[in-house]
Every structure is written in C-alpha cells, then in structure tokens.
C-alpha cells in the first residue's frame, strides 16, 4: 500500500488531513510533527527516509507567524525555504512526490485581478519571502512537486482569524476590522480535501505529469471586514463591526491589498470543485458548534 508522508501534523492543515485519514483505507499515513521530524534537520530526514518508503510527502510544515517572522527572519527561513528544500531532495531521492503548501503573500497585491500561477512573485514580508524561496527550492530539487498556494486558512484547530473574532466577539462591543485587503478565506478542511484528489489522479494510469505551481482557495472573495462580519452572523454574536482601513490597525508585517487566487488551474487540471468561502465558513462553525 502506498504511504503518505505527512509533516507539520499537528498545525491546521495537518489536523484536518488527519481526520481524513481515518476515514481513507487505500493509503498508509505516517504524521509527523517537529519533535518526531524537524525538515530543517538534514540529516534527520534523510535518516527518516532511509527507514520508510514513501510515496507522497505533503509539507504542512512552516513558520506562519506573519509578523514575528519580521524580527525571526532567520527561523523563518529555515523552516519556510530550507525545509522544503531538504524534503524536496529526499523525495527525489526516493522517486517521491512532493506536495508543498504554499501562500498568497508571495504576491504584492498590486493587481486588481485573481493572481494567476504565471503571474510575478514579488513578496513584500519576510514570511512571503520565505515561502517564495521554499517554493522556488522545492520545485527545483524535484520535478515531481506540487506547490499549492493557498489563502487566509482556517480550520476548527489551532489559531486563526476566525477563532480570534470569536473570542473577540465574546470579549468586546466593538469592533475595527480591515476592508481594504481583500482575498479568500480557505477552510482547511477543503484544501485537505483536494490535496487527497489530486494523490488519486496522480495514481491513475492515464495521468500526464503536470506538477508545478497551483492555487487553491475557497471561491468568491471578501476582506478581512466581511470575513469578520460572516463569522459573527454565522456564530450568531452580536457585536458592532466597524469598517476600518489598514494604517488605522498598524502591524510589523505588510500584507498585500489584493491576494485573490485565480483556481481556474487547479479545478480545470484535477476536475476539483471548490465550494464557497460562505458555506465551507459554515460548515466549520457548525463543526465548532458540535464540538462545543
Ligand atoms: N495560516 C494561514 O492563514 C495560511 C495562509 C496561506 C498559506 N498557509 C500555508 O499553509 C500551510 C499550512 O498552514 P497551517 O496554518 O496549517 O500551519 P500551522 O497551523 O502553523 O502548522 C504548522 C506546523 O508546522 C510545525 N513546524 C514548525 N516548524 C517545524 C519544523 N522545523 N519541522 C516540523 N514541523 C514544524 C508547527 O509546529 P509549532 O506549532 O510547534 O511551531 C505546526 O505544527 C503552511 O505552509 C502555510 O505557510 C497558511
């Protein structure tokens, strides 16, 4: 049977692939996190390679403090870009391929229209600058890579934006929410979802090897303020959002305007359905809600 190889395992995207491999019988998982594999040490993954044999590895490791990564520029870049590259190899090595998560903010936002695979990468935060090497090294140590960028992420673990507002909501009457970035939100559950339906079409006889860069992130688009006001109605609290602009909530990190990825490439190769932000938002609520 073949194995996946699953890092970072314990953060949002990894959990919900977790789940979906209990119900998954046609495929062995193997979930690590940094105290059972840390990407960044080379010669403990290429020991850990050496001891299993692995046909996908999906990298959900990373350093995603957007803003801390200002001042941990060089962690970041250990996990973001060396990381990956180490993992990449060792995938080469072993005839593997390589699913890598990657991120709107390697684009600048400068555009107006969805970000296209092709479109330039120009990051302007040390965490887009990380996550663009990771991309750029993984894709050239193994030609069989994905690199799937994705937006905004949520998912009933972990920290998020949308765990904040909740709490937040609880917290405050008030509150000033930025509607001058707009993007995607992306219930993690969904990209895990289609990472395991891109693995099935790699496996099957008639698919041509068309790795590379893809987008993925939950259709339509909003900012952060409609993003905020979706969560509260859907959580039903009660509380005043105010519209606010990006110099009135001031951050170490700069984020792009506009970050919207194009999925035209993603849907049309691998024939994947994404659902939109509003109902997979729901349907993580409601997942909250029950496990309340
Ligand atoms: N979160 C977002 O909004 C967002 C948006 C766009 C793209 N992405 C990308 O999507 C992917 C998944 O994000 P996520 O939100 O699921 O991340 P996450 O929740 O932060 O999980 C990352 C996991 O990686 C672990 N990790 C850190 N350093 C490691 C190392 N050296 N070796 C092994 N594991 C290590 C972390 O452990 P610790 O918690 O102990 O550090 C954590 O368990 C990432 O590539 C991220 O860049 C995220």
Redesign the pocket.
């Given at each position: 049977m073949q194995q996946i190889l699953v890092?970072?395992?314990?953060?949002?995207?990894?959990h919900e692939l977790q789940l979906i491999a209990q119900k998954v019988e046609n495929y062995k998982f193997i979930f690590?996190?940094?105290e059972e594999?840390?990407?960044?040490?080379d010669d403990a993954v290429a020991n850990f390679f050496s001891q299993h044999s692995i046909d996908f590895c999906i990298?959900?490791?990373?350093?995603?403090a957007v803003d801390k990564a200002e001042e941990e520029r060089l962690i970041a870049i250990?996990?973001?870009a060396s990381?990956p590259k180490i993992l990449s190899a060792n995938c080469k090595k072993m005839g593997a391929v390589f699913i890598?998560?990657?991120?709107?903010?390697v684009f600048d936002g400068k555009l107006n229209t969805p970000y296209l695979e092709s479109n330039y990468a120009r990051p302007i935060s040390v965490y887009g600058k990380t996550?663009r090497k990771g991309e750029v090294e993984a894709l050239v140590e193994n030609p069989r890579t994905f690199v799937l960028?994705?937006?905004?992420?949520?998912?009933t673990?972990?920290?998020?934006?949308m765990k904040t507002m909740r709490r937040l909501g609880s917290e405050r009457k008030e509150l000033g929410i930025v509607y001058d970035q707009v993007g995607a939100p992306?219930y993690?559950r969904d990209l895990a979802n289609a990472i395991m339906q891109i693995i099935d079409q790699v496996n099957e006889d008639t698919y041509q090897d068309i790795f590379g860069i893809y987008h993925y992130s939950n259709a339509g688009i909003c900012s952060w303020y409609d993003f905020a006001v979706a969560i509260f109605e859907l959580s039903n609290i009660s509380i005043k959002v105010n519209p606010i602009r990006t110099e009135e909530y001031p951050l170490p990190a700069k984020r792009p305007t506009y970050s919207v990825l194009d999925t035209n490439k993603i849907k049309s190769t691998f024939n994947i359905e994404i659902p939109h932000w509003r109902g997979s938002l729901k349907n993580c609520i409601n997942k909250l809600k029950e496990n309340a």
């Open positions: 890092t970072g395992s314990n953060g949002q995207l990894g690590v996190d940094i594999l840390d990407i960044t040490n990298n959900c490791a990373a350093y995603t250990e996990v973001n990381g890598h998560i990657s991120t709107d903010f996550k960028r994705t937006s905004w992420l949520y998912s673990f972990g920290g998020n934006f992306t993690a």
